[in-house]
Each structure stands twice: as structure tokens, then as C-alpha cells.
T-cell receptor, first 113, second 112 residues
Framework: GESVGLHLPTLSVQEGDNSIINCAYS??????FIWYKQESGKGPQFIID?????DKRQGQRVTVLLNKTVKHLSLQIAATQPGDSAVYFC????????????FGKGTKLSVKP | EAGVVQSPRYKIIEKKQPVAFWCNPI?????LYWYLQNLGQGPELLIR????????DSQLPKDRFSAERLKGVDSTLKIQPAELGDSAVYLC??????????FGPGTRLTVL
């Protein structure tokens, strides 16, 4: 079946550098995408979302880019901090409501001081 | 405002034993979700409730798993009997309709 996947399972960056986490999705009917951050022992935490009628959305220190042509999603974190160390998941939604989320496998981000 | 509350946080049982997880969603959230998360994987939806009604339980293994959400607030997820492969983190999330899902800390189940 179709599923969301991630290109890299781990990513290590220096504190202060920018981080880019990538995600490939395969469901062309998906119309809504979300990035979640999950710290050890905690549930996923919403970071930022984007709808399929947009190709870029910015938040505080984070930017999500959506390329529907190649079915690619990325999360950019500016000036990465030690507190950003976590596993990051992309999730795709189809069918309108947020109920139908499919999560990818996750990328572990480690920030070196 | 309190977040999604789950209990217990950890549970260790022997195979073939029953186990139950409890979830208290954020006040006012009519939609409640149960997810299963295996190590290194993303969460997978088991069941979604809109108020008291289970509107999506297609991924719930109904031979051993059951869930209920009486009065449209708290929810319980049960496994009976548990199998070794059920070892995972069980996450509960809630949302107001069509909005962001807020996750609880999860219950880590170990089946021996």
C-alpha cells in the first residue's frame, strides 16, 4: 500500500547550523501534511502544517516546503538548538478531516553543542 | 490547560494476560484517537472516535482488541489476550473537530 517514508533515519548537526529533514510521500490524493516532533518518552508534538494548495509555509525558526510534482516534503530548522534534538515525523492526511493521518518512520535529529 | 492524560505510563504483563489503557482527552475535544507506535516507527491509527461513536476502527484487530468511549469523554483500550507482538507504545490523541491532534505521553506495554 502507499505510505509516507523518510530519506534519512538519522541526522547530526552542529548547534547553530540549519537542519533539513526530508520526507517522501506516495499518496497523490493527500491534501494536508504535518510535521511532528517527538522527544524521548513523550507523544508527538505538532510543529507546523501545510495544505496542498501551498508550497511553502513558515513558522518560528521552521519552514516547511512542499513539492507536489515529486511528492516531497521538507522541514527546515534555522539555528538548530540542543532542544531541537528529537525524532521528527512527517504525516500525510487524505480525505479532508485530520482523522486520516499516515505517519512516516521518523528521522532522529541530534544536535552537537 | 491540562493535556491528554494517559495511564498507566508503563505496563509489563505476561502473554495471554489482559491489559487495559485509559485516556482522558483535553476538555472539549470531541475527537479521540488511539494509535500504536512500534520502536522507531511512526504512530499507526487503531481507532478514531467522534464523541461516543467509533467512526474508523478498520485497523483495530478486533479478535483481541476492544475500545470504548462512554459518555464521549474518557476512553479505554483493552487487549485480551495480549501477545508478544503487542509490545509497543499506545498513544492517545484528541482534537476538536478537524483541528490539530494533541498527543498524550503514551503507555509503554511490554509483553513477556
Amino acid at each position: 500500500g502507499e505510505s509516507v517514508g523518510l530519506h534519512l533515519p538519522t541526522l547530526s548537526v552542529q548547534e547553530g547550523d540549519n537542519s533539513i529533514i526530508n520526507c517522501a510521500y506516495s499518496n497523490s490524493a493527500s491534501d494536508y501534511f504535518i510535521w511532528y516532533k517527538q522527544e524521548s518518552g513523550k507523544g508527538p508534538q505538532f510543529i507546523i502544517d501545510i495544505r496542498s494548495n501551498m508550497d511553502k509555509r513558515q513558522g518560528q525558526r521552521v519552514t516547511v516546503l512542499l513539492n507536489k510534482t515529486v511528492k516531497h516534503l521538507s522541514l527546515q530548522i534555522a539555528a538548530t538548538q540542543p532542544g531541537d534534538s528529537a525524532v521528527y515525523f512527517c504525516a500525510e492526511n487524505y480525505g479532508g478531516s485530520q482523522g486520516n493521518l499516515i505517519f512516516g518512520k521518523g528521522t532522529k535529529l541530534s544536535v552537537k553543542p | 490547560e491540562a493535556g491528554v492524560v494517559q495511564s498507566p505510563r508503563y505496563k509489563i504483563i505476561e502473554k495471554k494476560q489482559p491489559v487495559a489503557f485509559w485516556c482522558n482527552p483535553i476538555s472539549g475535544h470531541n475527537t479521540l484517537y488511539w494509535y500504536l507506535q512500534n520502536l522507531g516507527q511512526g504512530p499507526e491509527l487503531l481507532i478514531r472516535y467522534e464523541n461516543e461513536e467509533a467512526v474508523d476502527d478498520s485497523q483495530l484487530p478486533k479478535d483481541r482488541f476492544s475500545a470504548e468511549r462512554l459518555k464521549g469523554v474518557d476512553s479505554t483500550l483493552k487487549i485480551q489476550p495480549a501477545e508478544l507482538g503487542d509490545s509497543a507504545v499506545y498513544l492517545c490523541a484528541s482534537s476538536s473537530q478537524y483541528n490539530e491532534q494533541f498527543f498524550g505521553p503514551g503507555t509503554r506495554l511490554t509483553v513477556l
